[in-house]
């Protein structure tokens, strides 16, 4: 960003949307009824991200206050832009790794899968929730999939970065309209809330913002590794016959190994 002050509010607004936590996201699981009558299913188009942030939700602002948080802001800010550009000039793209896996997995259990091409989401006169009334299909259901957090964060009282990638998928009846399935999958930084949350391999686990730079390539590879993971987890949840979950992961789902942890500290790297 080429305006100071627009990168501080922007590095701001994404401190303040991580400190101030996630509110309750709705779970919901396919009924056997629903899985038994479902046999097609259209999927919307899924939005690239028009940013890959990279924040630091302690650094200065854990111990420094308002201004602490201003400064982590613009830092976070400046490496979420840094990146957001690397990713541009290489010419990356990550939608697609989540829409061909997601259709991938539910065409291999033997649900027919269009895709809506063009067609988008209304926003509620309500101003808040999502209108689906005027897309069309033949399909039983309409899928819609997309990003609500994107990228890496070095969380409170850890010092390393972590993948950030916070997906939502939801499954409505094409005519009613009425919600079959709705899940939220945090893969890396766990959200709490009611998401599913799924460990990030421990290899994409950075040290700085610089170290993470510097390993770009493997970086966007973890990204791209917690968007497969969360791929197969849908698939798991709309199996034709969903598999028994383990009695101590109704809260958290692990895909992999864990995240590293450290020990708590006012000052991180930057």
């Known amino acids: 960003m080429k305006n100071s002050s627009k990168a501080t509010l922007v590095g701001c607004g994404l401190l303040v949307t991580l400190l101030s936590g996630c509110t309750t996201v709705p779970n919901t699981d396919m009924t056997p009824e629903a899985r038994q009558k479902l046999h097609s299913i259209a999927m919307l188009d899924v939005i690239e991200p028009k940013r890959v942030a990279v924040v630091n939700s302690g650094g200065a602002a854990a111990g420094f206050g308002l201004i602490g948080a201003l400064a982590q802001g613009a830092v976070n800010a400046s490496h979420t832009s840094t ?91 094409a005519k009613t309209k009425q919600d079959l399935y709705y899940k939220t999958f945090a893969c890396g930084y766990d959200v709490k809330a009611s998401s599913v949350h799924i460990d990030s391999d421990f290899a994409y686990t950075y040290g700085s913002f610089s170290d993470l730079e510097k390993n770009f390539d493997k970086s966007v590879e973890g990204i791209k590794s917690c968007e497969k993971s969360v791929a197969d987890m849908i698939g798991r949840d709309l199996a034709r016959t969903p598999a028994s979950a383990p009695a101590n992961a109704a809260a958290s789902t692990t895909m992999t190994r864990p995240a590293a942890t450290a020990t708590a500290t006012v000052s991180k790297k930057l």
């Open 83 to 173: 990146y957001t550009d690397h990713v541009a000039a290489g010419k990356i793209l990550f939608a697609p790794d989540i829409a061909d896996g997601v259709a991938g997995r539910l065409t291999g259990n033997g649900y027919q899968v269009v895709k809506l091409d063009g067609q988008k989401v209304k926003l509620a006169d309500d101003g808040k929730s999502d209108d689906y009334s005027a897309i069309q299909t033949d399909a039983d259901a309409i899928m819609n999939v997309w990003f609500t957090s994107f990228g890496y964060i070095s969380p409170p009282q850890q010092l390393d970065y972590i993948p950030w990638v916070v997906i939502r998928a939801r499954i409505l009846d």
